[in-house]
């Protein structure tokens, strides 16, 4: 069995038909290239290394994270890379999330934490994950890692 197939099946039981949901979502709706691997202790979906030889932080053996889905104990985590620094990706799923969502919008920097299975918008992170490429992606990662140096 892999990571990822190992992972899902050790989630809690109350995140489990939501995580799953979630999983199939962007399973759905992931833009083509990204791989599915367990990264950072839970399933990520990469730019694979043979598309981007030099690795996230330059790191070589290890590829570039785009969006991960994490069980917690009191919440799902979706961290999606592509929302922090793009400020009008941002500004748009926010906007959305408040027409679809009866509570506050919990969220950091790249996490969105979903603590109410009920309240979790499975259509708009469908269309979250979809809006960019891995092309468009790497090019954020480019940029921003250029200001980083």
């Known amino acids: 069995m892999d990571g990822v197939t190992d992972y899902i099946e050790?989630?809690?039981e109350k995140w489990q038909e939501s995580y799953q949901r979630l999983a199939e979502v962007m399973?759905?709706?992931i833009p083509e290239g990204f791989i599915l691997r367990l990264q950072y202790g839970m399933p990520t979906y990469v730019v694979p290394l043979s598309v981007f030889p030099d690795g996230y932080l330059?790191?070589?053996d290890e590829p570039l994270p785009f969006i991960?889905?994490?069980a917690q104990k009191n919440h799902l985590s979706l961290?999606?890379?592509g929302i922090m620094g793009n400020k009008k990706l941002l500004a748009w799923f926010q906007e959305e999330?408040?027409?679809v969502v009866p509570t506050k919008l919990n969220m950091g920097k790249s996490c969105i934490r979903f603590?109410?299975?009920k309240n979790i918008p499975y259509e708009l992170i469908g269309e979250l994950v979809s809006k960019i490429s891995m092309e468009e992606w790497i090019d954020s990662y480019m940029r921003f890692a250029k200001k980083d140096k």
């Open 10 to 12: 050790n989630i809690d």
């Open 27 to 29: 399973a759905e709706n």
């Open 58 to 60: 330059d790191r070589k």
């Open 68 to 70: 991960s889905l994490a």
């Open 79 to 81: 961290y999606h890379m």
């Open 97 to 99: 999330y408040q027409k």
């Open 115 to 117: 603590s109410n299975p």
